[in-house]
């Protein structure tokens, strides 16, 4: 990741990344585990601006991801210049809505996405009602995909595919395996010559339960054609980790 520059104009922000050579698969287009943290980190810079839980030392208070649904239109390769712009959209009870738009150096969209946000107290891991009382965030009426993002319900006739063990690199300065990491999960459960004959158009992933440990987590699986649904479950506990729906053609 390589930040070119920051800018914000009203209540809309955003930052131009450099793909770079970590931020793309064998094919030279970038990962979609990239791409989500392109999009956390641009708005969390945002997010600092306000003042309030801006992941600090210093706060009480962090954001928490909840729902991530993106829809790509064109291919991001390695070496291009892209400009995510995120806006806060909507509060609803406990969520913020926050969608993003991702755009070449042409003008081009290349990707939408809409996401739900907690905004929650770091040490008792609950949202903060009185914090959230505290803020103000200016929304913008526009959203990319018409809609909020809905957490998905689970899907019962799944098969375990793969097993994979949290390790040191997959934790952030959160003490939880980083939402990105999941992506990368489901995506090594595909082979190579699933990748070179598909492409993704959508992925929605809902982050359920923290992982704080080294653990192990099965990845489950029901697919109908092209639309996948995973699921990761903590071996030891049976605990859902996340659902997620990806949509391929």
Known sequence: MNIIKDSQMKNMFSTKFEVLTNDV??????KISALFAFMVETAFKHVKSYGLGHETEESENIWVLSTMELEVYEKIKWQDIIEVKTWPRLQEGLFFYRDFEIISEAGETLAVASSSWLFINKNLRLPDRKALRELDIKCLDKSVLSRNPKRMTAIENTKQIEKFKANYNNFDFHQHVNNSVYIDWIFNTYSKEYHIANKLTSIQIDFIQEITNMEEVSILKFDTEN???????????DKTCFRALLKWK
């Open 227 to 237: 639309l996948h649904y995973f699921e990761g479950k903590l071996l030891e506990t």
């Open 25 to 30: 698969d064998m094919f030279k287009e970038i």
